[in-house]
Structure formats: C-alpha cells, structure tokens
C-alpha cells in the first residue's frame, strides 16, 4: 500500500478551523505525550527535530531545516516534512508537508484558546504583526468569531497593508494603543524582545492571546498586562521554564507558577467568558500538537478517499 503524501493545497481544502479546534481538545483527552527536540548545526543553517508520542494516537517526528541564505536565490528559508507513525506497529502511515502543519497548528491552538476564554460575541479582533502567522490568524479568528471586524497592526505599515489586501474585509490600524483599548481579543504574534501590549491598555471583558515569543529573551506583554489578568496556557511543559513571556516575571517574582490557572491537559478548567475578567491565553506550540494537528490531517485524508 502506498505513503499519502499530504501537500499543503490538497491538506488545507479539507480542513476547518472550529472542527480543527475540537480535534485539539480531543488529543489533550489522550494520555499525555512525550516529547523531545533535536537541533544540529552548521552555522548559519540548522536542522530542528521534533518529536511527539501519544498513546493511542501514534508518533510523529517533525523537521524544519532553515537556510538563512536562501531567501538571496529566491528560495524558501524553511522546508520540512512531518512523518506520521503508527501507535500500533510504528509504520509510517503518511508525510505530512511542513507548512500546511504548522499552519494549522500554530493558529488553531490560539483559536481553541480564544473560543474557551473571550467574548463568543467578540466583535473587534485586533491582529498585532503582520508575518505569515498574522496570515492564518486572520482566517482562523475570522471563522471561529465570525461577528468580528478583524483589524491588523504592525510596526511597518506598508507589511500591514499588504496583509490587509490580501484579506478583503480586514482593515489596517495605525495606533496600536488604541487599537488595543477597543478590541475584544487582541491576538499578538510579533518576533520582539520587548513587550508591545501594555496592561494598562486592557480592560476587563478582554482576550489576550499571546503567539510570537518562543525563546528565553522574549516577552510580548509587560507585567501589568500579567498581574491583571487570569492567566492560561496550551502547555506548561512547554512554556514556564522556556519561554521569557513566563519565565521572566517568575525569576522577577511578578508572578507565582500557581497563577498559571491551567493549561489544555486541564482544558475543563478554562472558565466560560465573564465580562468582568481579563484573560490571558500564551500559545507555546510543542511537537505533542503537530501530532494532533497531523493525525486529524490524515483523518480528514483517509475520510475523502
């Protein structure tokens, strides 16, 4: 029998974002998983490998190898495969492509995140940065709250206006503060060391969900944005002791490891929205939801075969 390989046109025809959501949920209801990270180099290219297991869904090894220099001779910077295994006999049952995973990945853990904490009649989405994250988001905020005027900030205008275009009905904002003070659900997914969304902008009734920082040195929100907020995450295996958006303010005292109020394996215990709160969502990504995002792929392919 015959590998699927799964490209990324094909793969994205058959999924949905709120379906997406739920298949999420479904995985945190498995055993959970166990993960590692392999990362090899020859300076300036790496060779990043990620590996999940989950007990009665299968394994999956996710490969990213980034060449900086590229993008010079009109090349992707990142290309990579997921292969998919089965939990049975460890067969490989499908390559998954790359992109398409972490597509759907990346932004449907943020929208489960937002559909169990923020406002389900949300109508301001503000998307802060405009990369090929900023991309995704907007489709999938725009499914999962479909009321909503999805508006973009970013620190270069021209990027954001491009994004925009390419969106129709999506709309650039130029003043981030008050951009911020007016949404339901400001969704951040920016690169930057500092933080951009500042707590005193918020106001209770919102939705923080925080994307972009994913090393030790990065924070997106400041500590007042914290301390005002009841606080969740996708994971804390792989968040509080890896990325700087929690693990500054705890080495700072700002924050205790208990404020972190649950994460998607206690998924039950995210609250229904109450206007009189602000929450706060850090979306830290892991191999353990490729697999999921990966195995749902396969099911959806196997399903229109």
Excluded: C
Aim: glycine share 8%; hydrophobic share 40%.
């Amino acid at each position: 029998m015959s590998i699927p390989i799964i490209g990324f046109d094909e793969g994205d025809a058959l999924l949905d974002w709120v379906e997406f959501t739920n298949a999420l949920a479904a995985g945190h209801e498995l055993p959970k998983a166990e993960i590692g990270d392999t990362f090899l180099y020859r300076s300036p290219d790496t060779l990043l490998s990620r590996s999940a297991w989950i007990d009665g869904m299968g394994l999956a090894v996710k490969t990213a190898n980034i060449f900086p220099g590229n993008p010079a001779a009109g090349k992707p910077m990142i290309n990579g495969s997921v292969s998919l295994y089965s939990d049975t006999d460890g067969s490989l049952e499908a390559l998954v492509d790359f992109h398409l995973v972490t597509k759907w990945k990346t932004a449907g853990d943020s929208l489960l995140g937002a559909l169990r904490l923020a406002n389900p009649e949300a109508t301001e989405v503000l998307i802060v940065g405009a990369g090929t994250v900023g991309g995704s988001l907007i489709d999938a905020f725009s499914t999962g709250f479909p009321k909503a005027q999805i508006r973009v900030w970013n620190r270069t205008l021209p990027k954001a206006r491009d994004l925009v275009d390419s969106r129709p009905g999506t709309k650039v904002e130029t003043d981030l503060e008050g951009a911020v003070r007016n949404a339901d659900i400001i969704v951040s997914a920016t690169m930057s060391s500092t933080p951009v969304i500042k707590g005193e902008w918020l106001h209770p009734g919102q939705h923080l969900n925080m994307i972009g920082a994913y090393r030790p040195d990065m924070r997106e929100a400041d500590n007042t944005a914290l301390t005002r907020s009841q606080i969740y995450t996708d994971s804390f295996d792989t968040t509080l002791d890896h990325i700087g958006e929690f693990m500054i303010p705890l080495a700072a005292g700002v924050i205790k490891r208990e404020d972190v109020l649950a994460d998607f394996y206690d998924i039950e215990s995210f609250p229904q929205y109450d206007p009189s709160q602000i929450t706060l969502f850090k979306n830290g990504g892991g191999a353990h939801l490729d697999l999921m995002t990966s195995h749902h792929i396969l099911q959806k392919w196997k399903a229109k075969a």
